[in-house]
């Protein structure tokens, strides 16, 4: 099992910079992909960035060359850094944990944390 707990959301002011942070407890040695989703209201959860345990990442087409994802393998960390934040980007972030170990017949099981508020204020 692997337990996710996200810091770093708040109230921002559009064109402002906030980090996100997300520290992994118990088995990160079965983690591979580690990212972050985001759900706003009224909308579904989506991707927006995630990095696999070798280093490779993928965006969103919507935060790139705004957001960057870094990841502490060791640590079972991993951060998202903000800038140029718009009033779109208001959601809930979500940290996620893929799993190398662990299956299931649709795919690998997914840990996720409790979220943390992003606002952006126009």
């Known amino acids: 099992q692997v337990q996710l707990v996200e810091s770093g959301g708040g109230l921002v002011q559009a064109g402002g910079s906030l980090t996100l942070s997300c520290a992994a407890s118990?088995?990160?040695?079965?983690?591979?992909?580690m990212g972050w989703y985001r759900q706003a209201p009224g909308k579904q959860r989506e991707l927006v960035a995630t990095?696999?345990?070798?280093?490779?990442?993928n965006y969103a087409d919507f935060v790139k060359g705004r957001f960057t994802i870094s990841r502490d393998n060791a640590k079972g960390t991993v951060s998202l850094q903000m800038n140029s934040l718009k009033p779109e980007d208001t959601a809930i972030y979500y940290c996620?944990?893929?799993?190398?170990?662990?299956?299931?017949?649709?795919?690998?099981?997914?840990?996720w944390g409790k979220g943390t508020l992003v606002t952006v204020s126009s």
């Open positions: 996620n944990a893929a799993s190398r170990i662990y299956w299931t017949s649709s795919g690998p099981v997914n840990y």
């Open positions: 118990g088995s990160i040695n079965s983690i591979n992909t």
């Open positions: 990095m696999a345990s070798g280093g490779s990442t």
